[in-house]
């Protein structure tokens, strides 16, 4: 009794109570949002095999979430333009908080967490002109904002940090729209790049594409457990002309590699890439279609391995040497050589993203 | 009582018999797929009588095909979407001319493919298929050629190349893909893993069809008010836009009805269908160039309106009908 009290006064005077973890939340292995049938919107935590683990309402249409590295904290970002992000305990099952934006500045989806975990980087725009903003805000400080830097280019979405360092890595997508819609106002002179900057907003690294395929819109990013940055990109020319919509590079490298299905096959994409993920240790890529109905698989060369038709398939992560699908219909499917492992069904469409919680820990 | 145990036994043991996918294999995919193939064979056999391009048996062959396609172009799942033979059958549309520069290179002699028509599936899907052979047949910078001239020899060989690719999509539907279809959910199925899945995939290409109506169909040849694009019509070359259009609508209408045969399930898509098929059938603009023109214009755009509207009340209706949803994601992307 004596020995057990003693411990307990040590472990407080030490500040060291078990604070919760990632496994209070029921060990989540992804988040998710999604449209549930009576149409309100929430967010999931997701198991390693597919099983829901939390559900915690959202109050309006979400898009992707930025999980926390340890503590079971995942901030939801609302589709783009948007109105809101919320913080959600996901050990509980709350919103902890809500961040909204500075006048004149809106959401574009996506976040990512410093290496430290105390800073929560957004990526948003000025409404008027579409100049992208990484905006900073401070997560011992009751996620008080506390600054932000430009993103060096027009309507950035996706950012991730590269693991292991402070470098974020920032789509940005150079599509300009209107304040508050989603009206693209800049087709003909669009200019998007991947950009590499440090913590203190300066630029690092930046990557255009070549001139005759500006009007592919660097979107999303995954990150291999090697380091390769893989993007993502959509196309807004004539959808039969469209290019390699997967790009793969190493900071540091003077170039993308790009790459691509054979024509026809690649055609089967529709000009359209809606999510990428590395997965099975960084050898292999993969980018999926929803307009298409289909994924295709990339190895670490960029060379095409296959494809896997799925209606409506959105999300896409990674679990181990598996590659975890989701799709508007509510199904999580696992797949190994475009054969699948296992999957889950719920009454619900998932929306465009599953979130690795893995990559955020590094 | 132990008779009819035993009979039960024999029968095969599907996860659950699915009346809305045995009438879509039995009742749509299988007699069209056999009547595309037989109509591709067709245009093979008329190649091989005759290339010349504007022979009315050659003619009637294509056009008997293009016609057979509009019937199958909406089983956005299975053979059609494996090995990119939709692309290898119908590549369009095709606004940069990929389709003119392939065929150029390959008539100049450049390529020695002609020499060795039996490998002509290895040409660009540009220069295969039934868009490549309508720009020979149809297209005056094209379709000047004689008996002896590589032209010939190219219509031959894509019209052989198209008779394949139709009899191996034939084949596959009937050989494996039905039955994939009918075993959704069996632990041996990879291909749709319960049972949902397989009306899921009806459903949403049913839904894709006609949003590649309103977006390609109409929407390249209406460009905008200020740029109308009528050289992109499809089917501008051999005057058939209209027609195309209106076999594509009778498509999706056979495909809905073979999914909800029940006409009280779905009133208002039933009216849509037999609305639109009248505005469709009364155009009287076989290849779209009234897209120039303000009044007939008018009609066109109108008529893209329905189909649209005809793709949201379907998805309303047949969703409730078949107890599937359209997801979020293939239309409003991020």
């Not at chain 1, 997701?46 to 309006?60: E, N």
């Not at chain 1, 975890?324 to 999957?343: K, R």
């Amino acid at each position: 009794m004596n020995a057990r009290r003693q411990f307990l006064a040590g472990l407080l005077a030490a500040g060291t109570l078990p604070r919760l973890g990632w496994a209070d939340a029921g060990s989540p292995a992804f988040v998710a949002a999604a449209q549930e049938p009576n149409g309100d919107y929430a967010l999931f935590g997701i198991t390693a095999t597919g099983q829901d683990c939390f559900r915690v309402p959202l109050p309006a249409r979400g898009h992707a979430a930025a999980a926390h590295p340890d503590a079971p904290e995942a901030v939801a970002f609302a589709r783009r333009p948007g109105i809101y992000a919320v913080v959600i305990d996901c050990a509980h099952g709350e919103i902890v908080t809500r961040l909204s934006t500075e006048t004149g500045r809106e959401f574009n989806g996506h976040g990512a967490f410093s290496l430290d975990g105390d800073t929560l980087f957004t990526s948003e725009v000025v409404a008027e002109t579409g100049e992208g903003r990484i905006g900073l805000w401070s997560r011992s400080a009751g996620y008080r904002r506390i600054g932000e830097f430009a993103s060096g280019g027009i309507g950035p979405h996706e950012i991730r940090r590269l693991p292991g360092s402070e470098i974020l890595v920032v789509a940005n997508g150079g599509i300009r729209t209107g304040p508050g819609d989603r009206e693209k106002l800049n087709l003909d002179t669009m200019a998007p790049n991947l950009t590499y900057l440090d913590r203190k907003g300066d630029i690092v690294q930046q990557l255009t594409l070549s001139p005759e395929v500006h009007q592919a819109s660097i979107r999303h990013l995954a990150i291999s457990a090697t380091r390769r940055v893989a993007f993502a990109m959509q196309w807004e020319g004539q959808v039969d002309d469209a290019p390699a919509l997967l790009g793969l590079h190493r900071l540091g490298e003077p170039a993308a590699a790009l790459a691509l299905a054979p024509q026809e096959i690649h055609a089967g994409l529709k000009g359209y890439a809606g999510s990428v993920a590395a997965f099975d240790s960084g050898t292999k890529f993969a980018i999926s279609s929803p307009k298409g109905g289909r994924v295709h698989v990339f190895d670490a060369n960029g060379r095409f391995i296959s494809e896997i038709n799925r209606p409506d398939v959105c999300g896409l992560a990674s679990e181990g040497a598996l590659l975890v699908m989701t799709d508007g219909f509510g199904t999580v499917l696992a797949s190994s050589d475009g054969q699948p492992v296992w999957h889950q069904r719920s009454a619900r469409a998932w929306d465009n993203h599953l979130v690795t919680l893995e990559s955020a820990i590094a | 009582m132990r008779i009819l145990a035993v009979v039960f036994l024999l029968m095969p043991l599907h996860a659950q018999a699915d009346g809305v996918i045995d009438r879509v294999v039995d009742e749509f995919a299988l007699p069209a797929v056999a009547a595309f193939a037989e109509r591709a064979e067709a245009l093979n056999e008329a190649a091989k009588s005759t290339c010349a391009a504007e022979h009315p048996a050659l003619r009637a062959a294509w056009n008997a095909a293009m016609d057979a396609w509009l019937g199958i172009q909406d089983l956005r799942f299975g053979p059609l979407e494996d090995a990119a033979r939709r692309q290898a059958i119908a590549y369009w549309p095709d606004t940069r001319g990929h389709r003119e520069r392939a065929l150029s290179r390959i008539l100049s002699g450049q390529d020695p493919i002609l020499t060795t028509p039996d490998r002509y599936n290895q040409e660009p899907v540009s220069a295969r298929g039934l868009y490549a052979i309508e720009t020979m047949l149809y297209d005056p910078d094209f379709n000047h050629y004689g008996p002896s001239d590589p032209g010939c020899l190219l219509v031959r060989a894509a019209s052989a190349d198209l008779a394949a690719i139709a009899a191996e999509v034939h084949n596959e539907w009937q050989n494996e893909f039905a039955d994939v279809m009918r075993t959704a959910g069996e632990p041996s199925n990879t291909r749709f893993l319960d049972s949902t899945e397989a009306r899921q995939a009806v459903f949403t290409a049913l839904l894709t069809s006609i949003q590649f109506d309103v977006l390609e169909r109409l929407g390249l040849p209406l460009g905008t008010f200020d740029k109308p694009r009528p050289l992109r019509a499809e089917s501008r070359l051999s005057g058939r836009s209209q027609r195309n259009l209106e076999l594509s609508l009778a498509g999706h209408d056979r495909l809905a009805r073979a999914l909800v045969p029940d006409a009280a399930a779905n009133v208002v898509t039933r009216e849509d269908f037999e609305r639109i098929g009248w505005m469709a059938a009364e155009l009287d603009d076989p290849d779209f160039s009234g897209v120039e023109n303000p009044i007939r214009r008018f009609r066109l755009e109108a008529l893209q309106s329905a189909f649209a509207l005809l793709r949201s009340e379907m998805n309303r209706e047949l969703s409730a009908a078949l107890g599937v949803t359209m997801g979020l994601n293939a239309l409003d992307g991020d």
